[in-house]
């Protein structure tokens, strides 16, 4: 069993930067991928950014957000740049033992999900 737990959320303006961090608890093996989701009212979950352990396949659906990992921590990490009101959601950190490329929402382990709030 993995527990993720997302931390970096907050209020912040648009323009502003943001970084989100996500540890994983549990065995290092199964957070072979990590991602981030986003989901707004109404809307579905998206993938946002996500990478393997050994940094041979990434994803990101912006260049303004860049994911990063610290395997030794078992942790990811998400900066996002030049937010807009249009970022505004809730983040979700996601893990899976798969080694393949996952760019759909059937991650394995989820985090609880952390806010990020774009005003103007």
């Known amino acids: 069993q993995v527990l993720l737990v997302e931390s970096g959320g907050g209020l912040v303006q648009a323009g502003d930067s943001l970084s989100l961090s996500c540890i994983a608890s549990?065995?290092?093996?199964?957070?072979?991928?990590m991602g981030w989701f986003r989901q707004a009212p109404g809307e579905e979950r998206d993938l946002v950014a996500a990478?393997?352990?050994?940094?041979s396949w990434q994803f990101s659906v912006s260049d303004r957000f860049t994911i990063s990992r610290d395997n030794a921590k078992n942790a990811v990490f998400l900066q996002m740049d030049n937010l807009s009101i249009e970022d505004t959601a809730l983040y979700y950190c996601?893990?899976?033992?798969?080694?393949?490329?996952?760019?759909?929402?059937?991650?394995?382990?989820w985090g609880q999900g952390i806010e990020v709030i774009v005003s103007s």
């Open positions: 996601a893990a899976d033992s798969r080694k393949e490329p996952l760019l759909d929402a059937s991650y394995e382990y």
């Open positions: 990478m393997d352990r050994e940094n």
């Open positions: 549990g065995r290092s093996d199964q957070t072979y991928i």
